[in-house]
């Protein structure tokens, strides 16, 4: 029943179990699928909440003033799901399949609480105000369905051709900046938030932790992106030296403007292979989700990419006659369309990057050793 589920609304689902747990109900109704929605909090459907003035907390709250919890005791394992929870979950594959989504996101889910008319949730749901259309009406709008231009957001993260454009970008699995989409408005790089996390909004959140003794790695750092060509830093160390740290100190440091001017007003973002490959299942869908960042960054003009564990860029998403995500990158990197920071060990890239000449060009690397003892006890 879930194949077709993102991973933040295969999630909800789990949190529907341990909600109606909680609960000591024996069931999942309509009423747990909606606090797992609320609980999970960063996918699409919580931020059409959000968009709508709703408080996910007042959710909660009017959920458990008409839900009564049932007798002490120890429910485990996988509960099942009512008539209404189960007719929630067929329309929310009926939803996705109007909008030409070919995954379940949690915006479907939302959409398909609504519709179950009887059930908790949409009493709930209507009681704070929600119509079905107007919910309807805002997760076209966050995802950019009909205004993003085809060449920059189509099909980007369903992976079908015929999607609605910009439509399956923000929902594929969610993602952690897509805290940005919860603003009014819908967002200008949906894909992107999809797939990415934004370490400057991190850094401007106070969420990033202080980075010790690594001046030295970041000023090179900073002078490697404001290069004309060869502008690509990768940085090269063992694991857990400290690769990842170097570049939210980079964040935060362009937040609090301690950056040359080129470097103002960007937005540095962890872009995620993983989940871009996740769900993908026919040739050309990896292909179309990373083109469809790839666009946006293009048109945004202000984003470096920051890809960790750069070494899987060689052959993620290569399945058979398909071309793997090095090769869908190094024209855009070589015309200077889109500027990278990349990340892996000595091994690694020496066994993956340096045998692709082309590939290899392209970036620029720096060493990062070890702290000394003296950084380590202050880091500790």
Do not use: W
Not at 199 to 215: C, F, H, K, Q, W
Not at 280 to 307: D, P, W
Not at 344 to 350: N, V
Request: a negative charge; charged letters at 25%; proline letters at 3%.
């Amino acid at each position: 029943m879930f194949e077709r589920f993102t991973d933040r609304a295969r999630k909800v689902m789990a949190l529907a179990n341990q909600e109606a747990q909680r609960f000591n109900h024996e069931y999942i109704g309509t009423e747990h699928i909606l606090l797992g929605l609320v609980k999970e909090g960063s996918g699409v459907g919580a931020n059409v909440l959000k968009n709508l003035d709703v408080d996910l907390r007042k959710v909660r709250l009017e959920v458990e003033k008409l839900v009564k919890s049932g007798p002490d005791m120890v429910t485990m394992g996988k509960l099942p799901q009512t008539p209404r929870a189960k007719k929630v979950i067929e329309y929310a594959i009926e939803e996705a399949r109007n909008l030409n989504h070919n995954y379940v996101g949690t915006e479907h889910l939302l959409l398909g609480l609504l519709r179950e008319h009887d059930g908790v949730a949409a009493q709930v749901l209507m009681n704070l105000g929600l119509k079905l259309e107007e919910v309807r009406e805002e997760v076209l709008n966050l995802l950019g369905a009909g205004t993003e231009s085809e060449e920059g957001t189509g099909s980007a993260a369903g992976g079908g051709p015929g999607e609605t454009a910009g439509a399956g970008s923000a929902s594929s699995s969610g993602s952690a900046a897509e805290s940005r989409a919860g603003a009014k408005g819908k967002s200008k790089t949906p894909a992107l938030d999809s797939f990415g996390r934004d370490l400057t909004d991190l850094a401007r959140e106070n969420s990033l932790d202080p980075v010790i003794g690594r001046d030295n790695e970041i000023e090179r750092l900073v002078q490697v992106l404001c290069r004309r060509t060869k502008n690509n830093p990768v940085l090269l160390g063992e694991a857990g030296v400290g690769k990842t740290a170097i570049v939210e100190g980079l964040a935060q440091r362009i937040i609090s403007n301690e950056v040359p001017d080129i470097l103002h007003d960007r937005r540095l973002v962890v872009l995620d292979l993983a989940m871009m490959v996740a769900g993908t299942k026919y040739r050309g869908q990896f292909e179309e989700r990373i083109k469809a960042v790839m666009n946006e960054v293009r048109r945004a003009g202000n984003v470096i990419l920051f890809i960790d564990e750069l070494h899987t860029l060689v052959g993620a998403g290569g399945a058979e006659g398909a071309i793997d995500a090095s090769n869908v990158l190094k024209p855009a990197l070589a015309r200077g369309e889109i500027q990278c920071i990349g990340a892996t060990t000595f091994d690694e890239y020496r066994k993956y990057i340096e045998k692709d000449a082309a590939l290899a060009r392209r970036f620029q690397s720096i060493p990062v050793d070890p702290p000394t003892n003296d950084q380590t006890v202050e880091i500790i």
